[in-house]
């Protein structure tokens, strides 16, 4: 399975401000995904990011506020603009496994996750 | 629409004591299923996965998983539970063309010493 992994891990952050999380996998793969996980709550997906391409956001997700950049098979980033404090969660990205160049798997590993406090 | 769900928001076991966390989804032919463990502070780690086949799915850690059409089910068991399990558990499906998963809300489990 592969590898990935986020930066920062943690940030607190004032309203207002924006932040980049990075997300990086040791191997191609097609399929990245952004998620949002508010406190206590269960996953909620933002967008999906296929590399060459625009992402494509969930309702209620716009791109104006959470840009995603897929420059290649192993990278993306999501920025969270004009932060306020009702975006103080986590946000997980996440890869298919096993479906660069092939079919879906659904199969998804996610990485550690960014904690971000907005103040 | 499709949909998954988990009707325990939260259970509290024993240690030593068996387990067994519901999943439910609706959906018109077998999707894939997945259950998947988050520990505090931690990302998602996948536990098991089904897709086809046997319906009984072995996964990490000593869990297990039974499939049931019938009962459009995929419930987690584990046999005997260690303090190190207490974590929120969230079962996926994925269903159709769109290589999105549809998720639970989640059952966290709390284990007595």
């Known amino acids: 399975s592969a590898v990935i992994s986020q930066k920062p891990s943690r940030d607190i952050c004032q309203r207002g401000t924006s932040l980049t999380i990075q997300c990086q996998v040791d191997?191609?793969?097609?399929?990245m995904f952004w998620y949002r996980q508010q406190p206590g709550q269960s996953l909620t997906l933002i967008a999906t990011?296929?590399?060459?391409?625009?992402?494509?956001?969930e309702s209620g997700f716009v791109i104006d506020k959470f840009p995603i950049s897929r420059p290649n098979l192993t990278f993306s980033t999501l920025t969270v603009s004009n932060l306020s404090p009702e975006d103080s969660s986590i946000y997980l990205c996440?890869?298919?496994?096993?479906?660069f160049g092939g079919g879906s798997s659904y199969e998804q590993y996610f990485g550690p996750g960014t904690r971000l406090t907005v103040t | 629409a499709q949909s998954v769900t988990q009707p325990d928001i939260h259970i509290t076991v024993s240690e030593g004591a068996s387990l067994e966390l519901r999943c439910n989804y609706s959906?018109?032919?077998?999707?894939?299923l997945f259950w998947y463990v988050q520990s505090p502070g931690q990302g998602l780690q996948l536990l098991l996965k089904?897709?086809?086949?046997d319906t009984l799915v072995q996964g990490i850690k000593g869990f297990e998983a039974e499939f049931k059409r019938s009962q459009s089910s995929f419930n987690l068991r584990k046999p005997s539970v260690h303090w190190s399990d207490a974590a929120e558990y969230f079962c996926?499906?994925?269903?159709?063309?769109?290589?999105?998963?549809?998720w639970g809300l989640g059952t966290s489990l709390a284990v007595n010493p």
């Open positions: 996440s890869v298919e496994d096993g479906a």
């Open positions: 191997s191609q793969v097609t399929m």
């Open positions: 990011a296929n590399q060459g391409s625009e992402a494509t956001y």
């Open positions: 959906y018109g032919a077998t999707p894939y």
């Open positions: 089904y897709f086809s086949g």
């Open positions: 996926a499906v994925g269903a159709g063309n769109n290589r999105k998963l549809i």
